[in-house]
T-cell receptor
Framework: DADVTQTPRNRITKTGKRIMLECSQTKGHDRMYWYRQDPGLGLRLIYYSFDVKDINKGEISDGYSVSRQAQAKFSLSLESAIPNQTALYFCATRNGYNEQFFGPGTRLTVL | AQSVAQPEDQVNVAEGNPLTVKCTYS??????LFWYVQYPNRGLQFLLK??????LVKGSYGFEAEFNKSQTSFHLKKPSALVSDSALYFC????????????????FGAGTRLAVHP
């Protein structure tokens, strides 16, 4: 869905490198989320934000950090990437009706 | 703690036949229940939700789901499957935290791959 965009779409990096994944949205939603998807595990919540000043840890926040630069932008950083962070990462927004809207995903490979 | 289970990794169905994708949940209070679909190389798309009201909810692309409180289930159904329905389907749940009174974040099941054969 073009309303939620993620960059890059694919990234290969090496262990120990710092990586930033970016998310932008034009839906005007305050709530934004970062998830990772692993085969057989579904989606797990990393961080979420209710507005620019409100950042919250999710189920699996260790090894990750986030920044909410504006209502429309929410970036995820891996300070020192490790191989078990290889996954598909999704950004999402949520409207006032509890419906989430997902970006196309970023496939990250850590060698 | 809230949790959601999708007992089938994959469901196979012939085109034109009815389909069911199963979901069961465990929550402390009244659940909000959702179905999302993921097509290849795409993000998840919202299909339908149950918040309150009628137990049978209708969503996008002809899908529907029935909330069954006694069986703690929210199975996804469609009367006549299409090949284009082939995708990965996720059930998700959120409920109210009994201690804080606030709503917990969405928890997703592991996903069920639906394969519709011509």
């Amino acid at each position: 869905d073009a309303d939620v965009t993620q960059t890059p779409r694919n990234r290969i990096t090496k262990t120990g490198k710092r990586i930033m994944l970016e998310c932008s949205q034009t839906k005007g939603h305050d709530r934004m989320y970062w998830y990772r998807q692993d085969p057989g595990l579904g989606l797990r919540l990393i961080y979420y934000s209710f507005d620019v000043k409100d950042i919250n840890k999710g189920e699996i926040s260790d090894g990750y950090s986030v920044s909410r630069q504006a209502q429309a932008k929410f970036s995820l950083s891996l300070e020192s990437a490790i191989p078990n962070q290889t996954a598909l990462y999704f950004c999402a927004t949520r409207n006032g009706y509890n419906e989430q809207f997902f970006g196309p995903g970023t496939r990250l490979t850590v060698l | 703690a809230q949790s959601v289970a999708q007992p089938e990794d994959q469901v196979n169905v012939a085109e034109g036949n009815p389909l069911t994708v199963k979901c069961t949940y465990s929550v402390s209070g009244n659940p909000y229940l959702f179905w999302y679909v993921q097509y290849p190389n795409r993000g998840l798309q919202f299909l339908l939700k149950y918040i309150t009201g009628d137990n049978l909810v209708k969503g996008s692309y002809g899908f529907e789901a029935e909330f069954n409180k006694s069986q703690t289930s929210f199975h996804l159904k469609k009367p006549s499957a299409l090949v284009s329905d082939s995708a990965l389907y996720f059930c998700a749940v959120r409920d109210r935290d009994p201690l804080s009174g606030g709503y917990n974040q969405l928890i997703f099941g592991a996903g069920t791959r639906l394969a519709v054969h011509p």
